[in-house]
């Protein structure tokens, strides 16, 4: 009677310590749960060979397209404004490659940025940029028509690698930036030199005639590609000048265009003698 008792009570007791394990362990697994759910793994970083894929856009639409993720507030994005509206001009009309650009800001403020840095007439998305595998902006990537990531570029790009992301676009001209400005010491020591130079005003007439830089020629930046031919020669260096850095862009790639070379974009602020 006893030894009944006392398996019984050696039963109830196994029972509870298998109730209290099983309790302890759904405790535990709904922990780790929760951790891993309030905390999911962080995407992998976009790199070669990674596949993209961002709802809306079809990459199908293009042999490659170049990403361009930028955000309000970037200082090295606002910077490489310049780069950027070359990489545009460069492609426009061009079948084979184009350009996406994606930016996290509410849509009106990310739009407003877009046009406040000359990112305008371009395919442009609003989009959280984590899952992407953009973690840091600018971000550059080469995309082909399956999504498929070829080439990345993060951060402020030197001189080379200006140069080498218009490589990979199959640019004629792939000069960086720095190459083709000119700050107004050097436009001094040029002429100093007594160099073949012209100073091409792009600003409209009445800025002009109000004040210039000492021996500038007017043509309104509108009027560069067709009056270019009959009033500039080919032979001597072409030094930009406007109020509008969009305008400088526009009227340096229609001279290039046109088959001049030798054009540089002057980037200081106007001057009333050199």
């Known amino acids: 009677m006893n030894s009944n008792v006392a398996d019984s009570g050696k039963r109830r007791i196994g029972r509870l310590l298998n109730i209290a394990i099983l309790f302890m362990c759904l405790v535990i697994a709904g922990i780790l749960i929760k951790g891993i759910l309030s905390n999911p793994p962080e995407p992998p970083n976009l790199v070669p060979t990674a596949r993209i894929f961002i709802e809306g856009i079809d990459w ?4 490659q397209t170049l990403l361009v993720a930028v955000r309000k507030g970037c200082a090295y994005c606002s910077q490489s404004g310049r780069f950027y509206r070359r990489l545009i001009d460069g492609l426009k009309g061009s079948a084979d490659v184009r350009i996406v650009v994606v930016y ?14 000359g990112l305008t007439s371009i395919e ?3 989009e959280t940029l984590a899952p992407l595998g953009i973690k840091l902006v600018p971000t550059l990537a080469l995309v082909d028509r399956n999504g498929l990531v070829s080439k990345v570029w993060i951060g402020e790009l030197s001189p080379k690698k200006e140069s080498e992301v218009m490589a990979a676009l199959r640019f004629k001209d792939t000069r960086p930036v720095s190459e ?5 010491s050097e ?6 030199n007594r160099e073949a130079i012209i100073v091409l ?5 009445g800025a002009y005639t109000n004040g210039h830089l ?13 009056r270019a031919k009959n009033e500039l020669p080919q032979n001597q260096s072409i030094v930009l000048y406007s109020n509008d850095e969009l305008q400088a862009d526009i009227a340096y790639s229609d001279l290039f265009r046109l088959g001049y070379t030798n054009v540089l974009v002057y ?3 106007p001057v009333k003698s050199l």
């Open 60 to 63: 199908a639409k293009s042999e």
């Open 267 to 269: 980037t200081a602020a």
């Open 214 to 226: 000492d021996g500038a020629k007017n043509i309104p930046w509108d009027e560069v590609y067709t």
């Open 180 to 184: 083709w400005t000119i700050n107004e």
């Open 187 to 192: 436009l001094k020591r040029r002429i100093a």
């Open 124 to 126: 442009s998305k609003q």
């Open 104 to 117: 996290p800001d509410e849509t009106s403020h990310g739009e407003a940025y877009l046009r406040e840095i």
């Open 201 to 205: 005003d792009l600003r409209e007439r």
